[in-house]
Every structure is written in structure tokens, then in C-alpha cells.
């Protein structure tokens, strides 16, 4: 039975839809999470993992399938937010069916939820899903990676980062502090380098952090060691949560602005930000690259250009969101939330590709 603090769970969030599904043979127990069509059909990763209870798996599914629309709202994108979640069994027997089986349960849907690659999953089982689904993206048909799209959209806020606080159109000289060189912080640092930043870099595989030393002169250092580093701006890259209090106790960034999802461990973190002048740029906002570039796919506007172009329009969002919060005395990410609400409200005011 869905538990009352549940459902006031999803409520308080604004939705929306929950659709479960089992199917005892293949031992698929999913759910898929629709926060709101207002602005276009749910677009949201698939995570595979395992859970210790149902309870948890329905609160990810509502959190994370809430932070989508938010993010596609703040994209300008004609999207509205979803997400599934697979209670992993400990052994996948036969993992084709199993995907398949998923991809009839999102074709039963019709289209108003549209399935992407997230943990847990690899690009196999979305070839999988669509073979039983069009209403699929990240497969092997486009071969595209959304990362290098997610790093040029952090690239853009980092420069609107660097805009609003010190005033500057450049940032050449600048010294960043980047943790995390998989696929999109590798790429971010690549960007960083040919502008003339300064590197230093952590990762927990040596050899990324050896090649990023050898190619762009990046200072290496120990992983619990990157927080403390004098630098003008922090970028996470790797984790969620990375923003807690032991963490921002050490910060000597002015800037926070990185990819990874879910940076603020709590909502309150922002606030010492904020006490520390620390200018921090909201994650659903600034890594909203690879989003736009998952609804291109979609679309089959795929034009690197075109989506490109759809991405330089993170450093006017953010420039925005940065002047308001300044002006109304409130946080950065406060006034992200109170901006993609308005637009959920009023759908086709922003959406500026597709319908
Ligand atoms: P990835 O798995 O390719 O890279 C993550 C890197 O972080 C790895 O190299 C890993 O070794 C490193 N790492 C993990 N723990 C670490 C630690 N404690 N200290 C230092 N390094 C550590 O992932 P990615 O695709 O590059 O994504 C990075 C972040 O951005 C994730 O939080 C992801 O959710 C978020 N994000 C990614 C995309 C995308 O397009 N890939 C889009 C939006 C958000």
C-alpha cells in the first residue's frame, strides 16, 4: 500500500502520474514516474539499480521525475519531466527480455513518457526497449553521446558564473578546480584548457588524471584534497551531495558551477554558500546540455550546430537567474525553482524548439 507520506510526498512535488509495473516472470518490478506534461511529453533517464524497499524506489522516482520537468522547463525545451526506476533483482537472468518487456510497458504510455539511458543501464538494453517502443532515446541508432553537449552548457554557465561575479568576459587566466574527468568532465576541462584556464584535477581513476596533467598542464591532486584549493572556481563533475557542510567549510572558490546531479546535500547547504560568498550555479540549470541534446535526438534534429545553438542559451538563463536572485535578496537556486514553476504553469511562453 502506497504509504500517506507518500502520496503528501508527490503532492507537495505538484504531481502527475504513477504507473507500476510487474511481471513475475522476467522479475520486472518498475515504476515510471510522470511529473507533468504541461509543456510536452516526460523525457527521463532509467535507472536499474537495487533497492531495499519499495517505499525508496517511489521516492526516487517522484524526486528524480520532478527535478526533470524543472530542468526541461529551464531548458526552454517543450518537455515535461519523467523518470523510471527498475528494482534490480540481484541476478538479471535474461536481461533482453527483461528490457523488452520495460519497452512495452513505456509503448503502453502512448507517448506522454518518452525513456533514456541513466545508472544501471547501457546502451544494449535501450536498443532493447526500442525494439518495442518508439518513445526511446540513447540508443545505438544515433550513436550520440549527450556528454560533450553537457559539458559546452557548463562551459556557457561557468562564463556566466564569471560574468556576474567578477565582471569579466573572459576566462582566460582563471584557475579552476575540477572533480570528476569521465565523460563530461574530460571533456569540460579540454573546453577550460583551450580558454586559457588554469587546471587542477581529481579523479579517482589515475590514469584520467595522468593524461589530463600530460595534455593540458592540469595540477593533480588527491581526491579529498580538491575542496581546499585556492582557486576562483569549484566544478563538480563526479558525485551528488558533494555540497555538505565538511565540504564547504574547505571551499576557497568563489564560484560554484559543475555538471553532477544533485549537488546540494540539503537544500540548506545553499545558504552557506551563499554566507561563504559563494556564487553557486544551480545543477538542474547549468547540465541541462545533454537534455537538450537527448530531445534533439528525439526529435531527429540532429544538427550539431542547431543543438548547439540551443545550448548557448544557459549563459542567458543563468545570467537572469544570477541578477534576480541579486536583486530579490534570495538564493540562486530558489529562484531557479520559482522560474521553471511559472514556466510548467505557462507552457508555451519559453519553448523555443519544436511545438
Ligand atoms: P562518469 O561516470 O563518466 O564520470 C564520473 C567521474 O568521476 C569518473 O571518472 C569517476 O572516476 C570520478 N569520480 C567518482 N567519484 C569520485 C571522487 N570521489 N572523487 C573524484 N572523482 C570521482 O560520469 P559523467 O557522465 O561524466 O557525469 C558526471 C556527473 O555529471 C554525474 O553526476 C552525472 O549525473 C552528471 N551529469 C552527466 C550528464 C551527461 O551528459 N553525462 C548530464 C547531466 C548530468
Known amino acids: 500500500m502506497l504509504s500517506n507520506d507518500l502520496l503528501q510526498y508527490a503532492k507537495n512535488l505538484g504531481f502527475g502520474e504513477l504507473h507500476f509495473k510487474i ?24 535507472r536499474c539499480i537495487e533497492y ?15 527535478g526533470m520537468s524543472y530542468k526541461a522547463a529551464m ?7 519523467g523518470k523510471t526506476v527498475l528494482m534490480r533483482p540481484k541476478q538479471l537472468k535474461n536481461r533482453d527480455a527483461y528490457f523488452q518487456t520495460l519497452g512495452r510497458f513505456v509503448n503502453d504510455l502512448k507517448g506522454r513518457y518518452i525513456i533514456a539511458m541513466d545508472s544501471g543501464v547501457v546502451m544494449n538494453d535501450m536498443d532493447n526497449i526500442a525494439l518495442e517502443t518508439p ?28 560574468k556576474f561575479k567578477f565582471q569579466q568576459d573572459t576566462l582566460n587566466g582563471l584557475h ?76 576557497k572558490a568563489a564560484i560554484v558551477a559543475g555538471a553532477a546531479n544533485n549537488q546540494l546535500a540539503e537544500p540548506r547547504h545553499a545558504s552557506l554558500l551563499k554566507e561563504k560568498g559563494i556564487l553557486y550555479a544551480p545543477d538542474y540549470v547549468i547540465n541541462a546540455g545533454g537534455l537538450i541534446y537527448a530531445y534533439a535526438e528525439y526529435r531527429n534534429y540532429i544538427n550539431k550546430e542547431f543543438v548547439e545553438q540551443h545550448i548557448q542559451a ?32 505557462k507552457p508555451n511562453a519559453h519553448a523555443i524548439i519544436g511545438d
Open 314 to 345: 544557459i549563459y542567458d538563463t543563468l545570467l537572469e537567474l544570477f541578477q534576480r536572485a541579486h536583486k530579490e535578496n534570495k538564493l540562486p537556486h530558489e529562484v531557479a525553482d520559482s522560474m521553471a514553476e511559472a514556466r510548467l504553469i
Open 75 to 81: 531548458a526552454n525545451l517543450p518537455l515535461g519531466g
Open 23 to 46: 511481471d513475475q516472470t522476467k522479475e520486472l518490478y518498475a515504476i515510471i514516474g510522470i511529473h507533468s506534461t504541461q509543456r510536452g511529453p516526460a523525457l527521463g533517464g532509467c
Open 52 to 66: 531495499v524497499s519499495i517505499d525508496l524506489a517511489i521516492h526516487d522516482v517522484l524526486r528524480l521525475a520532478q
Open 135 to 162: 518513445y526511446v532515446v540513447t540508443t545505438s541508432k544515433h550513436k550520440g553521446d549527450p556528454a560533450p553537449y553537457t559539458a559546452l552548457g557548463v562551459l556557457r554557465g561557468i562564463e556566466a558564473a564569471v
Open 176 to 251: 579552476v578546480a575540477l572533480q570528476g574527468l569521465g565523460h563530461v568532465g574530460y571533456n569540460l576541462a579540454n573546453r577550460l584548457h583551450k580558454q586559457g584556464v588554469r587546471l587542477t584535477v581529481c579523479d579517482r581513476d589515475q590514469k584520467l588524471t595522468t593524461h589530463c596533467a600530460k595534455e593540458l598542464g592540469a595540477t593533480i591532486v588527491k581526491s579529498e584534497d580538491i575542496y581546499a584549493v585556492e582557486c576562483d572556481i569549484f566544478s563538480p563533475c563526479a558525485l551528488g551531495a558533494i555540497l555538505n557542510d565538511e565540504s564547504i567549510s574547505q571551499l
